[in-house]
């Protein structure tokens, strides 16, 4: 079983920056094995996709509306993704997961999340 940690959310002004980090623990799993993603939700609206990262961190793909503003990482000695988010605007806050599915399949393990607010 993988537990997951979110950390890094809070309340910054619009433009500004925020680094989000998901670590990993658990008994028996291997961290570099598994597809990373990163979700949001904001109040009244359904989940969705932010950022995806591969097993090795070489492929990644972001939703539309965070594309050049946001980057998503991975240190697999450090069991931990990241999500750098640049130049945020108030539409960006929500409640970010972060979400780990085995390359090989089963079960997904989700984070509790980490609230993000953009407000001046």
């Known amino acids: 079983q993988v537990q997951l940690v979110e950390s890094g959310g809070g309340l910054v002004q619009p433009g500004g920056s925020l680094r989000l980090s998901c670590e990993a623990s658990g008994s028996t799993f291997i961290f570099s094995s598994f597809v990373l993603t990163w979700y949001r939700q904001a109040a009244g609206k359904e989940r969705e996709l932010v950022a995806h990262?591969?097993?090795?961190?070489?492929?990644?793909n972001y939703a539309g509306s965070v594309m050049g503003r946001f980057t998503i990482s991975r240190d697999n000695a450090k069991n931990t993704v990241y999500l750098q988010m640049n130049s945020l605007q108030p539409e960006d806050t929500a409640v970010y997961y972060c979400?780990?599915?085995?390359?090989?399949?089963?079960?997904?393990?989700w984070g509790q999340g980490t609230q993000v607010t953009v407000s001046s």
């Open positions: 979400n780990a599915v085995p390359l090989a399949g089963g079960v997904p393990a």
């Open positions: 990262i591969g097993t090795a961190g070489d492929a990644t």
